[in-house]
Every structure is written in C-alpha cells, then in structure tokens.
C-alpha cells in the first residue's frame, strides 16, 4: 500500500481547487476549470502530434510546457537475454 504524502492526495488537491474556486466567486471573478483523465490518453497517440498540437495552441502555462517536454527523448530500457535494450518510445505508455 502506498502513503500518500501529506498534503498531497487527490482529495487535498480537490479541497485545494475548490477553496480557489470559491475564492474567485467571491472576488467575482471569471474561472475556468479543465479536468483531465489521461489514463490511457498516450495508448496510441503519437507523441509528435500531441507536441504540435501544444504548439499550435496560444497557451503559456507551466502545463503547456511542461507536457509536451515529458514527451521528447523518452527511452525504453529492458534487460533482454542477449542484454540490455534501449529504443526511442513515440507513443504509448511502456
């Protein structure tokens, strides 16, 4: 079983969100909230096309550049019995 780290679970990100959503009401101010599922998301997507898609995007966030950097140069290593084996990964989730 793993700890979640305190401060860090999913129902404190939650509370987290909501506070800043309620924050904002009261400041009458606008929000938007985009939630997402990527579990499976990267299956069968190359990661060139998500990448260009980023970039055609006019976002400037620390998600817009962080996301498509986690999918440049991505490596799979397994130990096969002639040795290791490394390749580049373009889609899918090892």
């Not at 055609?56 to 799979?76: A, G, Q, Y």
Request: glycine share 6%; aromatic share 6%; charged share 20%.
């Amino acid at each position: 079983m793993k700890i979640p780290r305190e401060g860090k679970s999913a129902d404190d990100a939650l509370l987290h969100v909501t506070s800043l959503l309620e924050q904002a009401g009261r400041q009458e101010k606008h929000t938007v909230v985009i939630s997402l599922d990527i579990s499976g998301a990267f299956d069968s997507l190359q990661y060139s096309s998500i990448r260009g898609r980023f970039a055609s995007l006019s976002l400037f966030s620390n998600i817009s550049e962080t996301l498509p950097d986690t999918l440049k140069n991505r490596k799979v290593a397994m130990q096969t019995s002639e040795g290791p084996v490394l390749w580049e990964q373009t889609q899918g989730c090892p």
